[in-house]
């Protein structure tokens, strides 16, 4: 297996890819205790690279590694999504103004809007999964135009929770009609040179995201198990 560069993956980043992907899909469910030994054979690996990967994953809030009890995943917290979404809406929204700022052209700004076309046709066709990853690509995005590294760094370190979160409420939440249209004001602004737009827009589309996710998980207790 190799990565995005074409070199082979170590153990470790392996263990670090497969484990993220089953808590994010549910498949290492919230709440659930695992020993290391059950982990490595499940990835048809040794200890190591799993006790590795899950100390990787204990930084991006994942899961809790806990002495001799094993690995912890952890639930999705609402007051974990306040604090996140709080810190996100801010970084965001400075991307937004500092991206508006830069004169852009439309074709740098095309990756912008292939993920809003991207999450129209998942809309119009009701593929949610699909409409996630192309929320996915344009946040990133947004977040690279503003051109701060560290800026990136962090929003990076807080987007597999936020990623695990929506997971969790993207079936139960209304059709995210609001959220693309949303994205599309944000991009007008930054095509457009209006930071002071696209700074307000993003902020107000974070505000709404926070508290849609919250008040589903509040409501449903999908935090409680």
Known sequence: MK?????????TQRAVRDLRRMI????????TDHLETELAEQLGMSRTPVREAALMLESKGLLEMRPRKGVRILPVS?????????????????????????GFSEQDLQPLADSIAQMDRAIGEEDLEAWAKADDLFHRELVRLGGNRRVESIVSMMSDQVRRARASTLFIRPLPVKSNEDHRAVYTAIRDGKPEVARDRHRQHR?????????????????KL
Do not use: C, F, W
């Open 3 to 11: 990565n995005e560069t074409g070199k082979a993956l170590s153990n």
């Open 78 to 102: 609402p007051d974990d999504m306040r604090e996140i979404y709080d810190i996100l809406t801010e970084l965001e929204s400075l991307a937004a103004e500092r991206a508006a700022q830069a």
């Open 24 to 31: 994010l899909t549910g498949e290492l469910a919230a709440g």
């Open 207 to 223: 505000l709404h995201a926070k508290s849609v996710i919250i008040d589903i998980l509040e409501k449903h207790r999908l935090n």
